[in-house]
């Protein structure tokens, strides 16, 4: 199949440009100016008008949660339907986190993985590893995935008991990943002391969702995010600090790309749109609970400085949806049993467009690095996704800028209930997503297929982080 997408304006992360894209088969063939009519393009199965629209690279989310077991239920979206909804909403690769489970292998934990999303994803996907036990057989195994292309580990100074790493584990986990060119995540949180606030708030009655909030203090993400990016440092690796949330650790990843480590992070839209304040209202606010928590609102406004000047790389979603009407009411009477999540996938590219770029913070080309280039760059998928160019994957958005539309349950596509932006209107929409050179999405009708995603095996990034 060949379809030239005509008249729109390109937009990659490194300038924009008047330019007519053609897809031959899975890739992009040729980008340029009147190649309509030209002998390149001719024979195309198809045209796309894009007057008047961007032509952006698909983009990518690097933190996902599909089927994620948490708090005694799992995150509701499935590998189909959200990876569905990621593409309703322009985003035509995830990266997933499989999980290593307390006593098994991590090849255990990629295997599970592997099968829910293989023959269900509707995009492209790839997976980061989550890290529960820290020995010599694990660190063994990280060397075998990085060369199978799961290339990047989370390991987490949040959810004692749980996923909770400690200081030793996480420095040995860092020095086997300076050999093996692999790349750390990091959910930086001091667990340890939340917990013991948590523990004071519900024994003097304060179990409300608001509370998750309270209790997670800033300074607990900001304290974390200093230990861990000094461990790294010692080990002579670089670090990403994943949903970064509060001032307290944007100020110490700061510091630390000033001093010239390897200190990287990203944050997400709940963090730049909502606040601790949505937390409120009664039971209401399990809605909102997630980890690291909202925060006070003052706190957006330096999270938005920090993607103006690069010390945030990526926006991700951190997307881990949970029904309000029966998964998030675990927690009633115990904020500390709501299961820890929210959805989000199908809202980044809209939100970040509405309130970055509509909104005078990001210019159209910083909008696309921070969603899809830098994504790509940061993990290993430079070159392939991310760009609109000869030779990359055609996954490719024709994104209208001036189309308004409001945000709510009742239209997303999600597989949950309800939604954290529930009546607010965003200028900019996605009318017609390509896939690896398939339409998957054109004015808002399905077009695309299960299973159609196929696994990506990445390559290392370290060129680009250091
Ligand atoms: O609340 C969150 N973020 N849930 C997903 C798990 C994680 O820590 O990323
Ligand atoms: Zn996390
Ligand atoms: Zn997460």
Same mark, same amino acid.
């Given at each position: 199949?060949?379809?030239? !997408?005509?008249?729109?304006?390109?937009?990659?992360?490194?300038?924009?440009?008047?330019?007519?894209?053609?897809?031959?088969?899975? *890739?992009? /063939?040729?980008?340029?100016?009147?190649?309509?009519? *030209?002998?390149?393009?001719?024979?195309?199965?198809?045209?796309?008008?894009?007057?008047?629209?961007?032509?952006?690279?698909?983009?990518?989310?690097?933190?996902?949660?599909?089927?994620? %077991?948490?708090?005694?239920?799992?995150?509701?979206?499935?590998?189909?339907?959200?990876?569905?909804? @990621? @593409?309703?909403?322009?985003?035509?690769?995830?990266?997933?986190?499989?999980?290593?489970?307390?006593?098994?292998?991590?090849?255990?934990?990629?295997?599970?993985?592997?099968?829910?999303?293989?023959?269900?994803?509707?995009?492209?996907?790839?997976?980061?590893?989550?890290? =529960?036990?820290?020995?010599?057989?694990?660190?063994?195994?990280?060397? *075998?995935?990085?060369?199978?292309?799961?290339?990047?580990?989370?390991?987490?100074?949040?959810? %004692?008991?749980?996923?909770?790493?400690?200081?030793?584990? !996480?420095?040995? @986990?860092?020095?086997?990943?300076?050999?093996?060119?692999?790349?750390?995540?990091?959910?930086?949180?001091?667990?340890?002391?939340?917990?013991?606030?948590?523990?004071?708030?519900?024994?003097?009655?304060?179990?409300?969702?608001?509370?998750?909030?309270?209790?997670?203090? %800033?300074?607990?993400?900001?304290?974390?995010?200093?230990?861990?990016?000094?461990?790294?440092?010692?080990?002579?690796?670089?670090?990403?600090?994943?949903?970064? #949330?509060?001032?307290?650790?944007?100020?110490?990843?700061?510091? /630390?790309?000033?001093?010239?480590?390897? @200190?990287?992070?990203?944050?997400?839209?709940?963090?730049?749109?909502?606040?601790?304040?949505?937390?409120?209202?009664?039971?209401?606010?399990?809605?909102?609970?997630?980890?690291?928590?909202?925060? %006070?609102?003052?706190?957006?406004?330096?999270?938005?400085?920090?993607?103006?000047?690069?010390?945030?790389?990526?926006?991700?979603?951190?997307?881990?949806?949970?029904?309000?009407?029966?998964?998030?009411?675990?927690?009633?009477?115990?904020?500390?049993? !709501?299961?820890?999540?929210?959805?989000?996938?199908?809202?980044?590219?809209?939100?970040?467009?509405?309130?970055?770029?509509?909104?005078?913070?990001?210019?159209?080309?910083?909008?696309?690095?921070?969603? =899809?280039?830098?994504?790509?760059?940061?993990?290993?998928?430079?070159?392939?996704?991310?760009?609109?160019?000869?030779?990359?994957?055609?996954?490719?958005?024709?994104?209208?800028?001036?189309?308004?539309?409001?945000? #709510?349950?009742?239209?997303?596509?999600?597989?949950?209930?309800? *939604?954290?932006?529930?009546?607010?209107?965003?200028?900019?929409?996605?009318?017609?997503?390509? =896939?690896?050179?398939?339409?998957?999405?054109?004015?808002?009708?399905?077009?695309?297929?299960?299973?159609?995603?196929?696994?990506?095996?990445?390559?290392?990034?370290?060129?680009?982080?250091?």
């Amino acid at each position: 199949m060949r379809i030239l !997408i005509a008249n729109g304006t390109v937009v990659n992360a490194d300038g924009a440009t008047q330019a007519d894209v053609l897809v031959d088969g899975e *890739s992009i /063939a040729a980008v340029g100016r009147g190649l309509q009519g *030209s002998d390149l393009a001719a024979r195309v199965d198809r045209t796309v008008d894009a007057a008047g629209k961007y032509v952006i690279p698909g983009a990518i989310d690097v933190h996902t949660h599909m089927e994620l %077991p948490f708090g005694g239920t799992f995150a509701k979206d499935t590998f189909e339907t959200g990876t569905r909804a @990621a @593409a309703f909403g322009g985003t035509t690769t995830i990266i997933d986190f499989a999980v290593q489970s307390r006593g098994a292998s991590l090849r255990e934990g990629l295997d599970t993985w592997m099968a829910k999303a293989e023959g269900n994803a509707c995009v492209d996907y790839g997976f980061h590893m989550i890290m =529960s036990d820290v020995n010599d057989s694990t660190l063994a195994e990280m060397d *075998s995935l990085v060369s199978e292309g799961v290339t990047d580990f989370k390991l987490f100074t949040a959810y %004692p008991g749980v996923f909770f790493s400690d200081d030793g584990a !996480i420095f040995r @986990a860092m020095q086997r990943t300076e050999k093996n060119g692999g790349l750390i995540m990091m959910h930086a949180e001091n667990g340890l002391a939340i917990d013991i606030v948590a523990a004071d708030l519900v024994a003097a009655g304060k179990t409300d969702p608001y509370y998750h909030g309270v209790a997670r203090y %800033p300074v607990f993400e900001g304290e974390a995010t200093n230990r861990v990016i000094r461990l790294a440092e010692a080990a002579g690796v670089p670090v990403y600090i994943v949903h970064l #949330s509060a001032r307290d650790a944007l100020n110490e990843v700061r510091a /630390a790309r000033d001093r010239g480590a390897m @200190a990287f992070a990203e944050t997400c839209p709940q963090y730049l749109f909502l606040s601790l304040d949505d937390l409120g209202g009664g039971f209401n606010g399990a809605k909102f609970v997630c980890s690291p928590p909202l925060r %006070p609102a003052d706190h957006q406004a330096d999270l938005w400085q920090g993607l103006v000047k690069d010390d945030l790389q990526v926006v991700s979603t951190d997307h881990c949806p949970f029904d309000f009407e029966t998964q998030k009411q675990l927690g009633v009477g115990d904020f500390r049993k !709501i299961p820890n999540g929210l959805p989000g996938v199908e809202d980044r590219v809209d939100l970040l467009h509405d309130g970055g770029v509509v909104g005078g913070r990001l210019t159209k080309e910083r909008w696309v690095e921070l969603l =899809s280039a830098g994504p790509a760059r940061m993990f290993g998928l430079a070159g392939v996704k991310g760009v609109v160019a000869p030779g990359a994957d055609a996954d490719v958005v024709v994104y209208d800028p001036a189309r308004r539309h409001t945000i #709510s349950a009742k239209t997303h596509h999600m597989d949950v209930d309800y *939604s954290c932006y529930e009546g607010r209107e965003v200028t900019g929409g996605s009318d017609v997503v390509l =896939s690896r050179g398939r339409v998957i999405v054109e004015n808002g009708e399905w077009k695309g297929e299960k299973g159609w995603g196929r696994f990506l095996k990445r390559k290392t990034a370290r060129e680009f982080l250091t």
